[in-house]
Structure formats: C-alpha cells, structure tokens
T-cell receptor, first 115, second 111 residues
C-alpha cells in the first residue's frame, strides 16, 4: 500500500514568510509524528498526535510553530514568520495502533530553505 | 535529559562485518531502535530491542545491554547498498511516544 507522503518536497521561502507543510500518513495509522533534521544531524522531535489530539508538543521550538491534524489523517505543520534557523528537512512519521511505537514509518520529508 | 552517542563515521569493505555502537543516557528507557537512512531518503526501521540480548534479522543484528546503557547494530556480508547513515533511537518512557535519536553514523562501504 501507499506509504507516508509529504508535500511539498522542497520549499524555498523568504525570511518572515509563513509556510505550511503537509503530511498524509499511512491509512489506519493513529499515531503521527513530526521531526526535523538539520544537515548531517539526527532527528529532532517536534510534536506527536494520537488521533486528532496532540498529547506531546514538547519539541516545538517556539510559538511560531504549530500543527494540526484533521479526521485522524492529514496533518499540517505551520511555521510563521520563518527564520533562517528554521531551514531543515521536516519529516513526518506514522505508526499503527497496538504496537510499541518504536517502529515508525517515515515520509520522504520536506526540505525547507529560508533565505 | 537524554543523550545518545554513536560514532560519526565508519568505513568497511564489501563482504566484511561492521559494528556500530550506541551508548545512551536517558531519564527512562523503553526500547532501543535502529534506523537506516540513505542520502536524501526517508529513515527506515531496521530493528528494535526491548530486552537484553541479540535480535537477528537477516544480515542485520542488534544487541542491547540495559545494565550498560549500550547497544550495537551488526551488519554482516556488507554490500555497497548498505552505505547509508544509521541512527539509534530510544523511547525514554512508556508515556512518551516520540523517539530520541542519536546524531547518526555514516557507513561507507568500499569495494
């Protein structure tokens, strides 16, 4: 079946603009995660959804970052007033119910460049 | 806080065996996972250890010692396609679903 998809694959924006990144998880996966990865670095957790609620937002770096999930499916990560330090690859992952949460299925990511 | 240490780079030749180590310091522990990521690609799940010992999946094996806060990924019969970055990751506690990742080990397989 289809894997996790993300759009756009690449986004170039100017400092101060808002951006929206989209994630379509695998059908039936109730858990959804957003991470970001800077060049040559590990993955940094941003936010976790279970269904439409976000019980863990502890990784969001500032109030410029927000995310929502609707219908227990698609999620949107919004970054307002982008800064150059926001440049990174933003990865979305999902996992099915009833498992250990250690196996997460990742999308290809959105590469965000803030000029 | 949480931290995971793994070597930044490892080089090996085709057909050889390579071991990538990971040591962790976390406030809690609920499993050690390994992920593979090719350049420009998505991380893909390789293995998971919740208990001490060795887990084998084909050419890949993963080991965990909770008393030593240590694990490793063992790759056997290396192939060129194994050239990638490998990340260890932990779940600090059962209440937290997100993973904490190490900074990754870049494996270069040479002919």
């Amino acid at each position: 079946g289809a894997g996790v998809s993300q759009s756009p694959s690449n986004k170039v924006t100017e400092k101060g603009k808002d951006v929206e990144l989209r994630c379509d998880p695998i059908s039936g996966h109730t858990a959804l995660y957003w991470y970001r990865q800077s060049l040559g670095q590990g993955l940094e957790f941003l936010i976790y959804f279970q269904g439409n609620s976000a019980p863990d937002k502890s990784g969001l770096p500032s109030d410029r970052f927000s995310a929502e999930r609707t219908g227990g499916s698609v999620s949107t990560l919004t970054i307002q007033r982008t800064q150059q330090e926001d440049s990174a690859v933003y990865l979305c992952a999902s996992s099915p119910p009833g498992v250990s949460y250690n196996e997460q299925f990742f999308g290809p990511g959105t590469r965000l460049t803030v000029l | 806080g949480q931290s995971l240490e793994q070597p930044s780079e490892v080089t090996a030749v085709e057909g050889a065996i390579v071991q990538i180590n990971c040591t962790y310091q976390t406030s809690g522990f609920y499993g050690l996972s390994w992920y593979q990521q090719h350049d420009g690609g998505a991380p893909t799940f390789l293995s998971y250890n919740a208990l001490d010992g060795l887990e084998e999946t084909g050419r890949f094996s993963s080991f965990l010692s909770r008393s030593d806060s240590y694990g490793y990924l063992l790759l056997q019969e290396l192939q060129m396609k194994d050239s990638a970055s490998y990340f260890c990751a932990v779940r600090p506690d059962t209440g937290r679903r997100a993973l904490t990742f190490g900074s990754g080990t870049r494996l270069q397989v040479q002919p």
